[in-house]
């Protein structure tokens, strides 16, 4: 076996090499013995036995009882062996049987396509020095599924016990004919070998060439079989003594075949050398064996990337990657007969048992060849039928194509037809399309499935009910009429109206049609349907752009669908040109997540729109996260785009992870087919009804993205600084991508001290990489807290973590009245984050003031009857502010109670505060004037009041100076900070109180 190693790729042509052809004379003969069968026959086929094969026979055909005989002689461990291997077969094969095609290409142009069985196969079955049993399984076991209404067999006389044992298991017309005679005999018919229309079957040198000779001639064969080869890639974590034994189990085939080893060291190769020394010594067919081995080599390759490019080069019939990875290598291999994956796949399994098959190509055909399949067995045959309205439709296309190409009887065909109709011809002059006829690459009708527009949907007469839902009474779906009284109201009956309710709703915030809507369980219901509704099993494909949301390739693949990928490129954007280049027929639906899960980023905006026009099949585009950059949207592309879909949730931003509420935009006539797919109440009421506070809770959604916002950046700061971080990527969602130098051991820790993080190092372009949610403060800072300590010598164990371990004190409130909606969001150990919109500039000024120099992180955001005046907005914000700061406070355990303060420029303030429990206010500030901005003097005293009630503090305010404003910002500041100091906690716990309560 030869040894190579340091090969450049200018090479491969001269170091890869099959063996030559040792037999110069070969094309000569077999030209000869094809000729003598052409024109003798029976005959000739007799005499040519005899010359080549040594045998007399006056019939040529065995009869069905001799193969029955055949099988009393064969032991019952090897029929049964057949009997598995046969049945894995037919598993494998059964499921590339062809579903028929039948598509609307655009209004009235029905086009299909049906698959029918070759009426006559010949199968050529080897029986030489090596009786192939197995051959007879992997072209009669499909040649009978694709239901091939005659099959004939030929093989070498003196066929063996167990070769016509399995020849009788399948209702064939057997001949004792080998060699390049029976391919003839096969090819021309004679007096006893019925003429076939398509030769399958291995055979040696003699039987490829006649092969090729009569392929020449039109006779229809599977494809270039000649010797046998294997090659096997191998690194570190293969075993030596599998691999000798996977080149040796190819090298006993014949003196003409090859064996070839890819390692990645020398040491790999010299053990595999010793294991072949000892292995081959046992091998009845040792002999030919190491004649073999005389025309193979093993090459020491850098790595494996350069394995798999000597590889593709080659072609192998068989390829075997005894690899650490063998699935990530095999997703790079395309020239290949059949790929063996990892240490336990021998080629062998493939030859007998597994159930694909071992008829391939060999001597480097597999770079356009592929392997026997059910297919192989069939053909297939177009159908188109065309309305009148189709062919008006499509009629001047086909003209102008046909005057393109200089063929006017083409044209000719299609006019003399419109003008024959007094119809189509007015509509010619016309020249305008017909109202509804598509345009563009995208037709809904051609994209969605046959089954799907066949459907008539479930109905149920709640659908049909066009009343009053609130008067009616119903009794059509068998409800339990009477709810248990712990329940909520309603939910005894089924869900037909919520859904109504809550696309009005949508409709109304997000600014689309109600018909533009569908609503599902979760945003993985309408990924399921889209890819049910338009793409077909078994047949069409979806793309992806990895590393991406998984559900896109996982739905794919439950649904029977092929996944094509384009991974993004290193700064995880989409490549344009890489994906049309990537666009199949068969490819029905394109996925985008943006902003993408995991890296966190948005794709260009051109980019996608200019994919949406270029591709004919639905482009969906995730905006799970869009809440968190909603500029971004494309949204406003959909009356633009009929074949743009946008998914978004109301999992994220909006806060109902648990409620399932997933949301589908689109063209009016998209939702319609989905609607008519979807189960009939595929969202609860419950579910419905929370979207929908949801949605009345707009001022708390917008604040709850602020500070989601807020927090990011400064836990992305701070991450950038922890041990073993070596990047964190920009993020405009709630989630940062942090990679790292080692993200399975960061991983391991996090989890042990009880902080579930994502490990995304598996995914294309994230090795290394954590995926984290933006949680709350408190969750951050425990966060940060255990990842610093695999910084930290000697701190294994949770209660050496250093810092502060109270929880955070937050609230959230909402009050409405007649006159105002406050909401409020406060985090008590806060760093100053503020986000104040009350409609009133001087006021959201001072409220500042207090979160900046309080150190509370505080957002407000408040609608009032400004129209009016301010006093409604500035009591109702004190009140609610004050009710916050109760509830964050809690039980007040380890606060310090008290708090005062401080001077300001020309004025100064007092404020003196007691979360004692008690409420007494005390004012005692002096104006110069009626107002500053737009909120009245005379208000301030009134908004402390409001405060010190809603709170239950005691309040003592005092403040003096020449300037209003100074005043009043001094008396916020000072509040401010004496809100601080009253809420500071200390390490004790201990209630602030001398009565035990407060």
Partial sequence: MKILSNIPREKYPEVLQRPADVNPGLAGTVRDIIRRVEQGGDQA????????????????????????????????????????????????????????????????IRCSMRYFPIERVGLYIPGGTAPLLSSVLMTAVPARLAGCREIIACTPPGASAALLYTLGLFNVRVFALGGAQAIAAMAFGTESVPKVDKVFGPGNAYVTEAKMQLAGRGLAIDLPAGPSEVMVIADGSANPAFIAADLLSQAEHGEDSQVVLLATSMEIVRQTLEEIRIQISLLPRKAIAEKTLENSLAMVVSDLDEAVEASNFYGPEHLILSVENPGEVAGRIHNAGSVFLGNHSPESAGDYASGTNHTLPTGGSSRAWSGITTMAFMKSITFQEISREGLRNLGPTITELARAEQLQAHANAVSIRLESDPHMAADKENNHPEAGTPTGLFHLDAQTRENIRQLRPYKSARDEFSGDPASAVFLDANEQPTPFSALPEGINRYPKYAQDILKERLAAVKGVGVGQIFLGNGSDEAIDLILRCFASPGRDSVMVFPPTF?????????????????????????????????????????????PNNPTANTQDRETILRVINTFSGIVVVDEAYIDFCPEESLLDELENHPNLVVLQTFSKAWGLAGARVGVAYASPEIISVLNKAKAPYNLSSPACQLAVRALNSFAEYRIGIRQAIRERERLSGELAAMPMVEKVYPSKANFLLVKTSDAQAVY???????????????????????????????????????????????????????GETFPARTATLRRQTAETDITIRLGLDGNGQAGIDTGIGFFDHMLN????????????????????DVHHSLEDTAITLGQAFRQALGDKKGVERYGFALPMDDSEAKVLIDFGGRTFFKWKVRFNTNQTGEVPTSLYPHFFRSFSEAAACNLHIKAKGEDDHHIIEAVFKAFAKALRMAVTRNPSGVLPTTKGSI
């Avoid at 007399?56 to 029929?79: F, I, M, N, Y």
């Avoid at 989890?751 to 995304?760: E, I, L, Q, S, T």
């Avoid at 003031?849 to 400004?866: P, Y």
């Fill in 45 to 108: 086929l007799r005499t040519l036995s005899r010359e080549i094969d040594n045998y007399e026979t006056d019939s040529l055909a065995l009869s069905p009882e001799s193969l029955q005989q055949a099988g009393l002689q064969v032991p019952q461990e090897l029929k049964s062996a057949i009997g598995r291997a046969a049945a894995n077969i037919e598993a494998f094969h059964r499921a590339q049987l062809p579903r028929p095609i039948e598509v609307e290409t655009m209004p009235g």
């Fill in 550 to 594: 998984g559900m896109y390739a996982v739905s794919a693949r439950i649904n029977d669908l092929k996944v094509i990928e384009v991974p993004l490129d290193e700064a995880f954007s989409a490549d344009p040109d890489a994906i049309i280049r990537a666009m199949e027929p068969g490819c029905k639906v394109l996925f985008f997540c943006n």
């Fill in 748 to 802: 391991a820790h996090l989890a042990a001290h009880g902080v579930v993080v994502r490990n995304r190092t598996n995914e294309p372009g994230c090795q290394g990489c954590l995926r984290i949610t933006v949680g709350t403060a408190d969750e951050n800072r425990k966060l940060l807290r255990e990842w610093e300590r695999l910084g930290m010598a000697g701190t294994s164990d949770p209660e050496e973590a250093p």
């Fill in 849 to 868: 003031q207090i979160a900046r120099h309080g150190l509370f992180d505080l957002d407000i955001a408040a609608k009032g009857d400004l129209h009016i």
